[in-house]
């Protein structure tokens, strides 16, 4: 159905919300969706020559990040980057919702990261970009 790994770049500046989002995904999210290839940044810098290189399927940004949050990082990445790959966002506060909907986010998740709650968001944006590609 898809490639052999589905590549995802994970951008926080906290070290432990990485391992946090890593270890809720783990190796695979679905049965139906290849393993996962993640690779973590810790930059606005490392996140925009990623997206500019391409060949990514997912996005996942932390809004909590400093100094550049996820969910402008988010918006400067849908305005500039040709079919830009979905791009799910944690937020911390429920009111940010509506920034996530402003940065054009595909998917949102709550922190404290939840195991469960974030593979199926995960599953999700990646079987409707994985379809697309087919």
Do not use: N
Not at 94 to 115: F, H, K, N, Q
Request: glycine share 6%.
């Amino acid at each position: 159905m898809s490639p052999e790994t589905a590549k995802v770049l994970l951008y926080s500046d906290d070290r432990t919300t990485r391992e946090q989002v890593r270890l809720a995904l783990g190796r695979s999210v679905a049965p139906d969706l290849p393993p996962l290839e993640i690779y973590e940044v810790a930059t606005q810098a490392a996140v925009l020559a990623a997206a500019d290189a391409g060949g990514l399927d997912l996005l996942i940004l932390d809004a909590e990040a400093v100094p550049f949050g996820g969910l402008g990082l988010g918006k400067q990445l849908k305005d500039e980057i040709v079919d830009c790959p979905p791009i799910l966002v944690l937020i911390i506060r429920v009111a940010d919702a509506w920034l996530a909907t402003w940065s054009r986010a595909d998917a949102t998740v709550m922190y404290p990261v939840d195991p469960v709650r974030l593979p199926s968001a995960v599953a999700d944006l990646l079987r409707a970009r994985l379809s697309q590609a087919v």
